[in-house]
């Protein structure tokens, strides 16, 4: 009895196809021709309408909460600053608050704390490229002493990037139709389509130290020249 029951599960786990197997077979298509696979890009330019920065203050002082105060009175300087410059709150996000001893070291000496640095920094976004310059300048004259950036990006890149793969799958259908006709073929179906990449905004620029004083000998100036948004598809199809 025991070996008819082992035998009538063996035969019911055998019928049964796995997961795997019948995922597989959903994917998988048979091609009767001749398979030809493709990858292509698709590039479109766009000027940048984004402008990210980081600016910040460094204030020093003999005692800790000295540092601290002095760092929060002149970021709210420079916030006021932006604000006046028509930059929402939503476009203003505090991304770093440090404080830190400094040491003094002499020779055959423990070192013992000489002072406080304080660093408040926020992140800003300016949509108003044409005006990024001034407001940087603005920014240095109210207190900033620590920008980075600007990291130019583009706000809202979808429509670029439709554009960009209507562009790459042309070529790859260009290619295709090419590759059929010197094989004396045609292209009968696409079989399968992936993509891969994208557009990805480029890495912040490194933070630079701003002088206290703001220069009278010219403003500051941006360029947001051009950015490349790219999108590749690879694309399987069957000639005939």
Known sequence: MKNVLAA???????????????????INQTITGTRLDITATGEVSRVPDLAIISAGVVTRSANASGAMQQAAARMARVRSALREAGIADRDIQTSNISLSPNYLYVKDQPPRISGYTASNQVNVRFRDLASTG?????????????????????????????????KAVATARA????????????????????????????????????????????????????????VSVSMTFELQ
């Open 8 to 26: 009538a599960l063996l035969l019911g786990a055998a019928a049964m196809p796995t997961a795997a197997t019948a995922q597989q077979s959903t």
């Open 134 to 166: 001034k407001i940087l300048d603005a920014l240095v004259a109210e207190g900033a002493n620590q920008i980075s950036g600007p990291n130019l990006t583009i706000d809202k890149p979808e429509a670029a990037l439709d554009e960009a793969r209507a």
């Open 175 to 230: 290619r295709a139709e090419l590759y059929a006709r010197s094989l004396g073929m045609r292209v009968v179906r696409v079989v399968s389509v992936s993509e891969s990449g994208g557009y990805a905004p480029p890495p912040p620029m490194p933070p630079m130290v701003m002088m206290a004083e703001r220069s009278q000998a010219a403003d500051t100036r941006i360029d947001p020249g051009e950015q490349k948004v790219q």
